[in-house]
């Protein structure tokens, strides 16, 4: 038997901070560890979502497994468990290596270029270097290339391939190029998620969103921000595959922004009509659009495609805050849009979201009235949170007479937010919507403790009087440390 190339464990954190964590598989470390197999490299997967034990689980992994390489992904509300899980290895291995990639690092690195820029020592930087001092390499950007110059021995402590210029840093060419999700180093089986009765599963056509709402990760992150599209032929090929492999009709489609290039999604949605034509199925479809890029012909394509429902963060009813989050859009578009998906049968889940910069009882009660008038579907209201990567935290200023808080200014109104140890804390991501939640944000004109309450009451008022039941997702299944690693060899 020919001799692999190397072996590396790939570690999926758990999110703790979910109602579900076995909903949608973290796609990113999945194309990781597929060009790893592609290029001979013995890759086992441990995946520890929904695990309560996860410390157990990873311990007596290590007890049998001869890895010394560990790459971890990570978002930002994952890096408390994430650091436990560094603990662990470090004490059980402390000559492993451990490479830590995904979101959080790629965001930090963004804010802390950022801060450099400014001339400041600032929340970034200082976070930065703590991710120094407990991964051995940080990969910031694309993983699927700089995976490999993370391997070599004596690299320095950053790869940075969050630049259009690195040599990581994917195009469109190298994006259809690269092979699907290893999919098949997890138990699939363990995921569960349906749309309108149909399994479906996860997949990502496009990276990239092009906009720059203050509340959104990734605005000065190529990785993040620069469109880069797959064809529509490469992304008919993995429905396909999965349709067949996995036997699912659902599919979700995790891109940003679907619609972001209208005539490419068309001809995506066309090409997905087609393929259903071929199979002799009807698929089951789900995904974001962007409110005031919207239109009939999409709406129809959609339909055709398997669209039955749309989720749409319109954020607020307040053209004020609209404005203040830099959305880009108006409340008058997003009224439209929704008249645009009601007219062409497509349910939509609203995206909502309060705590914006001159968040006041009057914005939100704004808010209030525009989803009684449009009367979703389904809807969310979030409280926003300001991490690394996010308008809100990479252009805040550190508060002249109170340390610990920082202030972030556009259009005229005002945000403040808490400064946060992300190593310790993650409450500040999405709570219970049955009474959960806690802000880390306020206003001049509300309190945290008031944006809480105004969150609750939208909850529970715009169900009420929409008749919208909650449906909350059932509680996460607890796997046991023994459920086996996937590997492969």
Request: glycine share 8%; hydrophobic share 40%; with cysteine.
């Amino acid at each position: 038997m020919k001799e692999k190339t190397g072996s590396i464990c790939l570690i999926i954190p758990p999110s703790v901070f979910l109602l579900d964590e076995r909903v949608f598989v973290s796609l990113g470390i999945l194309k990781v560890a597929a060009v790893l197999e592609e290029a001979d490299y013995r890759v086992e997967v441990l995946d520890l979502s929904g695990i309560s034990n996860y410390e157990e689980a990873l311990t007596d992994y290590i007890s049998y497994s001869e890895n010394s390489v560990f790459g971890i992904t990570a978002t930002t509300p994952q890096m408390p468990a994430v650091a436990e899980i560094v603990k662990v290895i470090r004490k059980l291995k402390p000559k492993a290596r451990i490479i830590l990639g995904g979101p959080h690092a790629t965001l930090v690195n963004a804010a802390r270029k950022g801060e450099e820029i400014r001339g400041i020592i600032g929340r970034a930087v200082k976070i930065f270097q703590n991710l120094e001092k407990m991964f051995d390499v940080i990969v910031a950007g694309d993983g699927e290339e700089a995976i490999f110059h993370a391997l070599k021995p004596n690299v320095l402590k950053l790869i940075d391939a969050d630049d259009i210029k690195s040599n990581f840093f994917l195009d469109n060419l190298r994006l259809n190029n690269s092979p699907f999700p290893a999919r098949h180093l997890v138990d699939m089986e363990s995921y569960h998620y349906s749309i309108d009765g149909e399994r479906a599963i996860s997949l990502i056509g496009q990276l990239g969103c092009p906009f720059g709402c203050g509340f959104c990760g990734g605005r000065k992150s190529p990785t993040f921000r620069k469109i880069r599209i797959r064809s529509a032929e490469n992304i008919i090929q993995e429905i396909e595959f999965l349709h067949k492999t996995y036997g699912v009709s659902g599919f979700m489609f995790y891109d940003d922004e679907l619609n972001v290039n209208p005539k490419i999604f068309v001809q995506l949605m066309d090409s997905i009509g087609d393929l259903q034509e071929k199979l002799g199925v009807k698929f089951r479809l789900r995904g974001f659009v962007k409110s005031n890029l919207f239109n009939d012909e999409q709406a129809k394509a959609m339909y055709r495609a398997g669209f039955r429902w749309l989720l749409i963060g319109f954020e607020s009813g307040s053209e004020r805050m609209l404005l203040s989050m830099n959305k880009r859009s108006t409340v008058a578009q997003n009224t439209a849009c929704m008249e645009i998906a009601r007219k062409n049968g497509l349910k939509v889940k609203a995206l909502m979201s309060i705590g914006h910069p001159g968040e006041s009882e009057e914005s939100i009660m704004e808010t209030h009235n525009w989803l009684l008038k449009v009367k979703p579907d389904d809807f969310d209201v979030a409280i926003i949170t300001v991490y690394p990567g996010t308008g809100y935290y990479d252009d805040a200023m550190p508060h002249p007479n109170k340390p610990g808080i920082w202030i972030y200014r556009h259009n005229g109104e005002v945000l403040y937010s808490l400064e946060v140890d992300y190593l310790k804390v993650a409450d500040y991501y999405k709570g219970d919507p049955e009474g959960g939640y806690r802000s880390y944000v306020y206003t001049d004109y509300l309190i945290a403790e008031e944006i809480v309450k105004f969150r609750d009451f939208l909850e529970k008022d715009i169900r009420q009087k929409l008749n919208i039941p909650f449906n909350p997702s059932l509680p996460a299944k607890r796997y046991e440390h023994s459920m086996g690693i996937r590997r492969s060899y």
